[in-house]
């Protein structure tokens, strides 16, 4: 018997935001009889509760809906509000601030489906925001419906959904431009297919379209001041509270672990102390007002996740010691992945904050100091 047969067939990774929370979307859908927009699978304040939560009290009772996107609660209202009056939503924002999650929640509760997306990259062609043809049809039959391919773009105009394109400026400014005739006019023609009632493909009622943008980032292409002014821009920054982001590294590095196939174990204080080193180093300043130079890579909440589940997989299946041992090596990792000089400031950041907390008497900072040379 080989490896492959001797396993059984895996569950998937992750589900999309549809599947992973069809329950709550199914009780908010007949919870909320109110007036909805034209195509919408909920009303606009499901929306805004199914991303931002009941609170602590159960809807009628029965069902408490969990919050899935740490934020103020106003941006996501100014977003729903946008999509609702079917104009282009942008998000944008620092790297790891979970721009594509917000992306995905609002097209999975507004049209029930987060799968009509295009990942730009400076490959990306016009195909993916437009149509493409089955060259085995064409050449057989020629110009027709069959033989089109839809985009998830074209997809989403024609059955009345959200399309999401991720990372839009990373895709050349001619293809970006695909968009500003179907963000205005709201329809596709088909040259191929003109003087036939499939020459020109209209928007159905709620279809629109959400991208996302880092700000910091490099290779990207500027958008046209045409194709701005088709989108709403919407700033996702950084976790303010920092309870509240350590909240959040911990149930994701807790599901990042379990899906590994094992149990989180890494201690609270440890989590408290990796989110202050990414917000201090984030911020350029720590929580008791001292200065620190910031790194040129992006000290974000992703990145404090990915850090916390990877100590939570080394703990479960290469048990060493002390989890804190871990840390610096796992920081260094991060910091160093686009300039070498960031080495420099995360070794001055340890003789700065770290070193001071150490002084004033804390065990965990003090071992965090005592662990320096782990940076060398």
């Not at 939503?89 to 987060?114: I, Q, R």
């Not at 419906?145 to 059955?159: K, Y």
Request: net charge negative.
């Amino acid at each position: 018997m080989t490896l492959t047969e001797d396993r059984a067939p895996s569950a998937r990774q992750v589900l999309p935001a549809e599947e992973r929370h069809a329950a709550e979307l199914a009780f908010l859908a007949a919870h909320d009889s109110g007036p909805r927009p034209p195509g919408w699978a909920l009303t606009p304040r499901a929306v805004v509760t199914f991303i931002c939560g009941s609170g602590d009290e159960p809807l009628d009772g029965r069902m408490k809906i969990a919050p899935k996107f740490v934020g103020e609660r106003a941006l996501v209202e100014r977003c729903v509000v946008t999509l609702a009056g079917e104009r282009g939503l942008l998000l944008v924002g620092e790297p790891g601030t979970a721009k594509s999650m917000l992306s995905e929640l609002l097209a999975a509760a507004v049209c029930g489906t987060s799968a009509l997306t295009v990942q730009g990259t400076a490959g990306t062609t016009e195909d993916a925001f437009r149509y493409g043809w089955n060259y085995a049809l064409l050449l057989a039959q020629g110009p027709s419906r069959t033989a089109l391919v839809d985009s998830p773009v074209l997809t989403a105009m024609r059955s009345g959904r959200v399309a999401r394109v991720e990372e839009i400026t990373r895709c050349l400014p001619e293809v970006q431009d695909a968009l500003v005739s179907i963000l205005s006019d709201r329809r596709v023609s088909v040259p191929e297919l003109a003087g036939s009632e499939d020459g020109q493909v209209a928007a159905v009622a709620g279809f629109t379209v959400i991208a996302t943008a880092n700000l910091r980032d490099r290779g990207v292409s500027e958008m046209s001041a045409a194709l701005k002014r088709r989108f709403n821009f919407e700033t996702v920054g950084p976790i303010s509270d920092a309870d509240a982001e350590v909240s959040l590294v911990r149930r994701q590095a807790t599901a990042v672990v379990e899906r590994a196939g094992a149990t989180f174990g890494v201690d609270d204080a440890v989590l408290d102390a990796l989110v202050t080193v990414f917000r201090d180093l984030r911020s350029g300043r720590s929580a008791e007002g001292w200065d620190v130079e910031r790194p040129g890579t992006v000290m974000s909440t992703a990145e404090a996740v990915q850090v916390a589940a990877s100590l939570g997989v080394a703990v479960a299946y290469l048990p060493t010691g002390d989890v804190l041992d871990l840390v610096p090596g796992h920081l260094l990792g991060v910091v160093r992945k686009d300039d070498p000089a960031d080495h420099g400031r995360l070794l001055g950041y340890w003789d700065g904050p770290v070193r001071r907390r150490a002084e004033d008497g804390s065990a965990m900072w003090r071992r965090l100091w005592d662990l320096r040379e782990n940076l060398r």
